[in-house]
C-alpha cells in the first residue's frame, strides 16, 4: 500500500468528491465533516486523560450491562451535541444510550441521513493507555423527508449502508472512512489540526499471518472455531505460517490492524453467550462494510454480516472478519462441520 505524501484534508477531499458528482447535495459531505471535528474533540479528552478528572468510572450502568467509563459519556455527549447542531442528520443511535435519538426540528426531519455509532470502542482499556477508538455507521432514510426519523430509518441491514468508518486514538490519530467508491484513511496532523490524507484507497490483504481471538474462552467455543484455532497455532513454513496471535481488546485497534497488514478477528459465540458481545448495528456493520469494501469478509459463522436484517437497536452477534483467503479457511471449517 502506498501511503500518500501529498497533503490533502479530509474537507478537501469530500469537496472533490462532490466535483466528481455535480448532482451531490453535499449533505453527506457535510455529515462527514460533523463527526470529523467531534473527533478531534474526543482526542483531544483522549490525549489528557492522565492529567484531568476523565479516567475511571462515571458510576452507572449502560444498557449494555457494562460500567460506563467517564470518557464513554465525553465522547458520547460530543457526537450527540455536533451531530443535532448539524444540517445532515435526522437522528442517531448509540451504544451508550437505551433507544434512538430523534432531531425533531425543521432542518432535522429534512435531512436524508440518520447515523449509529459506537463513541468510545475499547473504553475497558482507557486507564492502561491502550488504543481505542469510536466507530460510526450512515444510512440513509427510508421514511418520509419532512418528518422525524423513525425506528425502521436505523433497522436496516449493513448492505443499506451508505457510509462507514471509524477513529482510532492510538500513536496518531486516524479516521478511516469507508463509501461505495472504497475506503480512505486521515491521520490528524497537530500542527494544523486537520484530518489529512495518509492511506488513499486501502486494500485489505487477501492473506495474513495474524489471528486476533481471546484465547481466554477457548474451551466455550463452538467446534469448528476451536479446530480454526488450532490449525492457526499449527502454521509453519510448510502451510503459510508461522501465525502470531494478537489480541487487544480493542475491537477497532485489532481490526485496523489486520485490515492494513492482512489478518483475521474473531469474536465467536460462546455456550454461555451464544450470540457474541459485539453489537450489530453500530460495531460489526460498520466494520463489516468497511473490510469487505477494502476487499475482505466479515461473517457471523453461518451468514454475511451485511445480509443480516436487525430486529433491534443492540442486537448482539458473533463476528468473524479479516483477509479473504483466510476467512475462506474459517468456513471451511464450518463447512466440514
Known sequence: MQINRR???????TIQQMRDFPQATGELAGLLRDIGLAAKRVNVEVNKAGLVDILGDAGSIN????EVKKLDVYANNQFVG?????ISCAGIGSEELDDIVIFDDEVSNNS???CLFDPLDGSANIDVNVSIGTIFSVYRRVSELGKPATQQDFLQPGNQQIAAGYIIYGSSTMLVYATRRGVNGFTLDPSIGEF???HPNIVCPPSGK?????????FRYDEPVKQYITACQKKDKTNGGPYTQRYVASMVADVHRNLIKGGIFMYPGTTD???GKLRLLYECNPMAFIVEKAGGLATNGVENI????????HQRTPMFIGSKLMMEELESYSAKK
Open 7 to 13: 497533503v490533502q484534508t479530509l474537507d478537501e477531499f
Open 63 to 66: 444498557v449494555q450491562g457494562e
Open 82 to 86: 455536533v451531530l443535532r447542531h448539524g
Open 112 to 114: 436524508k441521513y440518520v
Open 196 to 198: 489529512t490524507m495518509s
Open 210 to 218: 495474524i489471528y486476533s481471538v481471546n484465547h481466554g474462552h477457548f
Open 273 to 275: 453467550k451464544p450470540k
Open 306 to 313: 451485511l445480509d443480516i436484517v436487525p430486529t433491534e437497536l
